[in-house]
């Protein structure tokens, strides 16, 4: 076999003399430091973009999708240029991260940033999804049925629009301020 580097799509596939363990520690390095960059996009994401981008529909069009918009193509042409055939799939990773970041979480969500386990996170075998948080699962509906209210414009029952008051209220209460909600 030949000694010297044969690369095939930037990488030298020539393993002569390299130990399986030395190939899988360089994984190990490489995938730990693209977690890692994951995370440091999200928690930027959420520092450069005060709202909720980590929810934001691809078909949104108001002032802030245009603002995550060039954030995100810039994004996606980073990670295409780091080989990723398909970037929504770390994308998708970096949203969950900047949520769980966004709503007081660790990036796994599986604790809080000061490391309290949150109620209700349990390990999951893959077959079932793992239960959400008390926490998340507020924040999650009460953002939604906020959304859906506040799309309704004036059209809402006085109840409704009275109730739209206390949803707001509870989101406060749990961190989260609706002007940062993308609508």
């Known amino acids: 076999m030949p000694t010297e580097a044969i690369i095939v799509d930037g990488v030298d596939i020539n393993v002569t003399g390299v130990s399986l363990?030395?190939?899988?520690?360089?994984?190990?390095?490489?995938?730990?430091?693209?977690?890692?960059?994951?995370?440091?996009?999200?928690?930027?994401?959420?520092?450069?973009?005060?709202?909720?981008?980590?929810?934001?529909?691809a078909t949104e069009k108001s002032a802030d999708a245009k603002i995550f918009k060039g954030h995100k193509t810039t994004l996606?042409?980073?990670?295409?240029?780091a080989g990723h055939t398909n970037p929504s799939v770390p994308f998708k990773r970096i949203c969950d991260y900047g949520r769980n970041l966004a709503n007081g979480l660790a990036p796994n969500g599986k604790t809080t940033i000061d490391g309290v386990p949150v109620e209700g996170e349990a390990e999951s075998d893959?077959?079932?999804p793992a239960p959400r948080s008390a926490m998340l699962r507020n924040v999650e509906e009460l953002t939604a049925l906020w959304k859906f209210?506040?799309?309704?414009?004036?059209?809402?029952?006085?109840?409704?629009?009275?109730?739209?008051g206390h949803i707001q209220a509870?989101?406060?209460?749990?961190?989260?301020?609706?002007a940062n909600i993308a609508k």
């Open 170 to 178: 509870a989101l406060k209460a749990l961190g989260l301020d609706v």
């Open 76 to 81: 996606y042409t980073a990670l295409k240029s």
């Open 149 to 164: 209210n506040d799309k309704q414009g004036g059209d809402l029952p006085a109840k409704v629009k009275a109730a739209q």
């Open 21 to 57: 363990e030395s190939i899988l520690s360089d994984m190990v390095t490489v995938s730990k430091q693209a977690y890692g960059s994951h995370i440091r996009i999200g928690a930027k994401f959420n520092d450069i973009m005060p709202f909720a981008w980590y929810d934001m529909a």
């Open 126 to 128: 893959g077959a079932a």
